[in-house]
């Protein structure tokens, strides 16, 4: 039975599935659903598929999960994939950092996005204060990456893993938001050396640019 997966291409998480499952070998079934015109907001979508309304969503079987690190340690279960670590102490070393991402960094790169693009769209202003409290977090928790990444390529031991695809998750809108990333100069080594080294991080960034890129023409936004 085909692995479905429901999200939006111009999703960051949705990369990170999309990612992981090439460079695991595994074929999922894409099924859009449109953020911008909110498909993920039915009635039908939050009781099939997430209540909360977000992508993306996995679909396998009987199987509903959706959180896009969940969804990424279900896959790599299925097929035994060092991507969740080569040992038992690099899994916990790479969930500690999936876990701190998700708290500690992609919050506040969302909450960025959402001001300083999606109310862009939408015709909103900008809350300043929001946004200058945003990019304090940021680079306190970019400070840390930056010292960690100082004399390594990955997060995790010698070789890629979730702990990479996560952090690096919040680059597919970096220049669109304005992240301040780039005050960071081994952040930005490390994520360079990703894409040149894993051509599936390379792919689903052109996919995330075309889509936002086209979008944003479409609406008439310049950011």
Do not use: C
């Not at 599935?17 to 859009?32: D, Q, S």
């Amino acid at each position: 039975m085909t692995i479905k997966i429901h999200g939006d291409a111009g999703s960051g998480s949705l990369r990170r599935v999309t990612t992981a499952a090439k460079i695991m070998g595994i074929e999922l079934e894409r099924v859009k659903v449109d953020l911008f015109k909110g498909e993920s907001q039915t009635e039908d979508f939050k009781a099939r598929l997430n209540p909360h309304g977000l992508t993306p969503v996995l679909e396998d079987g009987g199987t509903i999960l959706w959180e896009a690190a969940a969804i990424n340690l279900y896959l790599a279960d299925k097929v035994g994939s060092s991507l969740a670590g080569a040992s038992p102490e690099e899994r916990f070393q790479v969930l500690q950092w999936m876990f701190w991402s998700g708290e500690q960094w992609r919050t506040f790169t969302t909450t960025i996005f959402d001001e300083r693009v999606a109310k862009t769209v939408m015709g909103q202003p900008k809350d300043e204060a929001v946004i200058a409290y945003a990019e304090r977090k940021i680079r306190y928790a970019a400070r840390v990456l930056d010292q960690h990444l100082e004399d390594r390529q990955f997060m995790v031991g010698n070789a890629l893993t979730f702990a990479d695809i996560d952090i690096a998750g919040p680059f597919s809108q970096v220049d669109r938001a304005n992240f301040p990333f780039r005050e960071f100069p081994n952040l930005m080594a490390w994520h360079d050396n990703l894409l040149r080294s894993f051509p599936a991080w390379a792919e689903t960034k052109a996919e995330v640019d075309n889509r936002m890129d086209r979008f944003l023409e479409g609406v008439g936004v310049e950011l």
